[in-house]
């Protein structure tokens, strides 16, 4: 990957390579803290791409996450705890958003924490429904997590088989078809919402050409593949197999099978040139532009193919394009909710201790965290975002946080204007301390002046009005 060869050629100015660093945070990461710029620009933009490919370790996010004792429940555990009080899954699921909040906040592993957030929008369960609400935490941390930067495949197979995901499309239920033979009634059968989503959202996309036929056999391939509710685990039940002969998108399963038949299936989805177009499509569509150009998207779908679905190579393909790049010069994409209240966190160096309001806020913006119903996930366009009541929201939390008055979450006001490298009573200062240090020089002249103009008269502070502005301003909504 060569980062320095793609960047415009407008990157000559003594603000682009501030504007570059500034971009490549905001879009593999929730935006720089003060200093992260300076920092990244020292170090060098291709090495640090490279450190969050590697996801290197993070002790000091360790220490934060060791607090939470329950991060590491099995779903038996959860279970059991809620088995002997009801109101025991309340605290369980406080510290599960509250883990999700300081990793995008105080994570060194950006990349990591933005694929997460990808990949289970990408494979979505509903934390709401049933089951789930105490088996989406360990979705998270098992299927999800480990495989973000790994083979697609590992992360298709992790989710395919995780009680989760087969209560949250019903897999658990599809049985070969059993009828009562005295009345003819049906008494089990098939259900086919995981062979439909694993086609339509998973893997080749909805305009692959298949049929609903396919469907139909996909569905049967992963009969049987069911869990045990007490305890929380996969199980597969032979008995409960159609060992018919299967036909889906051309490939074909012989009579006789088992478990393997979705195995195989898994595998040939997997591996098959709609998978790479669909799965490359929808990373442009997060790392690059709502409507990626389709030159990009074949060249990152061969990368795709050629390395066997390696997405660490697949993101070294979509930020060593030129694409990516000058969308730094560019409007930017708008941010989800969970990306703008990160993003604003981090840019005033925010400390995250509690996790209820904040998580409360993301529900108010019209993201609740894990909790978004269709097995679509939650969008990757920023134009999906924009509407009136979220950006209502989203000024109010900028005006909050600039007061350090968002509950659970502690802003060192006195200290901030130092790490800017500001005076914290000169608005014009101010200004240009945030556009260099959180935009890296992007903040429009037309957001300066306005910040410039802040009055000292009063009981708000030059510094807490001027943080207001520009946290609720239009450049802090771009991705």
């Known amino acids: 990957m060569s980062v320095s060869a793609s960047i415009p050629a407008q990157a000559t100015s003594v603000n682009v390579g501030q504007r570059a660093v500034a971009h490549l945070l905001r879009r593999i990461g929730h935006g720089p803290r003060p200093g992260d710029i300076r920092q990244v620009l020292a170090q060098g933009i291709e090495r640090y791409v490279e450190e969050q490919i590697d996801a290197l370790p993070d002790p000091e996010l360790e220490t934060r996450l060791r607090r939470l004792t329950t991060l590491g429940y099995s779903i038996a555990q959860v279970l059991a705890a809620y088995n002997a009080n009801n109101q025991a899954i309340g605290p369980i699921l406080d510290e599960f958003y509250l883990a999700r909040l300081i990793r995008a906040v105080h994570g060194r592993n950006q990349l990591q924490e933005v694929l997460t957030d990808f990949w289970f929008n990408h494979f979505n369960v509903f934390i709401g429904d049933g089951f789930d609400r105490y088996s989406t935490p360990a979705y998270e941390r098992d299927a999800i997590r480990p495989h973000v930067l790994g083979r697609f495949r590992e992360l298709l197979g992790a989710t395919a088989a995780h009680p989760a995901m087969l209560f949250y499309l019903d897999n658990y239920l599809s049985t070969v078809s059993r009828v009562d033979p005295r009345t003819g009634r049906l008494l089990t059968g098939l259900n086919e919402n995981y062979g439909r ?58 009579a006789g099978g ?218 802090m909504q771009a991705r």
Request: charged share 20%; aromatic share 8%.
């Open 197 to 254: 989503e694993l086609m339509e959202l998973h893997t080749v996309g909805v305009d692959a050409g298949y049929t609903q036929e396919h469907v139909f056999d996909a569905a049967r391939c992963f009969t049987g593949w069911t869990i045990d509710q007490r305890q929380g685990v996969f199980i597969y039940r032979q008995q409960n197999h159609d060992t018919g002969a299967k036909s889906v998108f051309g490939l074909n399963v012989p």
């Open 258 to 475: 088992g478990r393997e038949d979705g195995e195989k299936l898994l595998d040939y989805l997997a591996e098959h040139p709609s998978t790479a177009r669909f799965v490359s499509r929808k990373l442009l569509q997060r790392f690059v532009a709502d409507d990626p150009p389709q030159r990009l998207v074949d060249r990152t779908a061969a990368t795709f193919e050629s390395t066997g679905g390696d997405i660490a190579a697949v993101i070294r393909t979509i930020l060593g394009s030129a694409e990516f790049w000058a969308e730094a010069f560019g409007a930017g994409k708008p941010r989800t909710p969970i990306e703008f209240v990160a993003g604003a966190l981090r840019a005033v160096d925010a400390q995250v201790n509690t996790g209820r309001a904040l998580t409360a806020t993301l529900g108010a913006m019209g993201m609740p965290l894990f909790a978004c119903l269709p097995p679509t996930g939650y969008s990757n366009r920023g134009a999906d975002w924009l509407n009136p009541s979220s950006h209502l929201n989203r000024m109010n939390f900028a005006l909050d946080l600039s007061s350090n008055a968002v509950n659970g979450v502690a802003v060192d006001l006195r200290a901030l204007p130092g790490r800017l490298g500001a005076e914290p009573n000169n608005p014009r200062a101010l200004a240009d301390a945030l556009s260099r240090e959180i935009f890296g020089g992007g903040l429009s002249a037309q957001t300066r002046d306005a910040a410039a103009r802040v009055s000292s008269a009063g009981p708000v502070p030059v510094l807490n009005r001027v943080l207001g502005l520009v946290l609720a301003g239009p450049e």
